[in-house]
C-alpha cells in the first residue's frame, strides 16, 4: 500500500471513529437528560410513568390539588400497604377493603378517581375517602330528624336520643318555632321525621332553617322542646 492510499484509508477509519464518538456522546446526553427530567423536571405524574396530559386531563383545580397532595403524601410510602376505601355520605358511612397496593397502584388509583382524599392512618394504613352527595343505604332505612336534648335540629339513626345522633345541624328557636308552625307539623319534629332519600334531607333542612338560632341571638329564647 503506498503512502497516499494508506492516508486515505487512515482518514476513512478516523471518519468512522468520530461518527461513533459523535454518536456516543448524542447518546451519553439524551440518556442525561431523560434521568434529569425523570427525577426532577418531569411532573411527578410523569415520574410516576402517568403521561401528564393523561393524568391533569379534564381535572378541575380541587382534583389537581388533590392530586398533588396525594403524591406528596406517597413520597413517604416505598412498600405495599392495606387499603380501604371510605364512602362519606351526607348520612352515614361505609368502609370497604382494597387489599395491599403498591405507592404506583395507589397513585394509579387516585388518578382514575380524582375525587377521592387520600390520606395514610396511624398505622400505617392507606384510606381513600369518598364524599357522597347522598345518604348512606342504612340512613335510607333509618334516618330520622328531631330535636336533641339542647335544641339542636339533629340527624338520629332510627330513634331520637343522645346515643342515637348521627349529626348535628343547628339550635332551634323553639318560642319562635312553635308560635309559627302548625301544631302538627312541631309534633312530628317532636316524634323525629322520617327521610328516605336526598331531596327529603334538604327539604327537613330548608323548612327548619329559618328557624335557627343565630350568634347574636343565643339568649333565653333558646327553650329545649320538651
Known amino acids: 500500500m503506498n503512502v497516499q492510499s494508506f492516508l486515505r484509508h487512515l482518514k476513512r477509519k478516523l471518519r468512522w471513529r468520530r461518527g461513533w464518538v459523535t454518536f456516543g456522546a448524542w447518546l451519553a446526553i439524551c440518556t442525561t437528560g ?16 402517568k403521561p401528564v396530559k393523561e393524568t391533569f386531563a379534564n381535572q378541575t383545580p380541587t382534583d389537581q390539588n388533590r392530586f398533588n397532595e396525594a403524591i406528596a403524601t406517597l413520597k413517604g410510602i416505598t412498600d405495599s400497604r392495606e387499603t380501604y376505601l371510605l364512602k362519606s355520605y351526607l348520612c ?30 396511624a398505622g ?16 335510607k332505612l333509618k334516618a330520622v330528624f328531631g330535636i336533641d336534648d339542647n335544641g339542636n335540629l339533629s340527624l338520629f339513626n332510627g330513634t ?17 318555632l312553635e308560635s309559627s308552625l ?12 322520617r327521610i328516605s332519600d336526598v331531596d327529603e ?25 320538651k
Not at 182 to 193: A, D, F, N, R, S
Request: include cysteine; charged fraction near 25%; hydrophobic fraction near 35%.
Open 124 to 139: 400505617g394504613e392507606v384510606t381513600f375517602t369518598d364524599e357522597i352527595e347522598d345518604l348512606s343505604p342504612e340512613c
Open 34 to 49: 431523560w434521568l434529569l427530567h425523570t427525577a426532577g423536571y418531569l411532573p411527578e405524574a410523569a415520574r410516576f410513568g
Open 160 to 176: 331520637l336520643g343522645k346515643d342515637h345522633v348521627i349529626r348535628t345541624f343547628f339550635q332551634l328557636n323553639i318560642k319562635y
Open 92 to 121: 352515614g358511612e361505609e368502609r370497604q377493603g382494597l387489599g395491599l397496593k403498591t405507592p404506583s397502584q395507589l397513585l394509579s388509583e387516585q388518578t382514575k378517581h380524582p375525587e377521592w382524599t387520600l390520606s395514610v392512618g
Open 182 to 193: 302548625p301544631v302538627e307539623t312541631v309534633k312530628q319534629l317532636q316524634h323525629g321525621i
Open 201 to 225: 334531607y334538604y327539604s327537613v333542612l330548608s323548612t327548619f332553617s329559618e328557624y335557627a338560632i343565630q350568634d347574636s341571638e343565643r339568649n333565653d329564647d333558646a327553650v329545649i322542646m
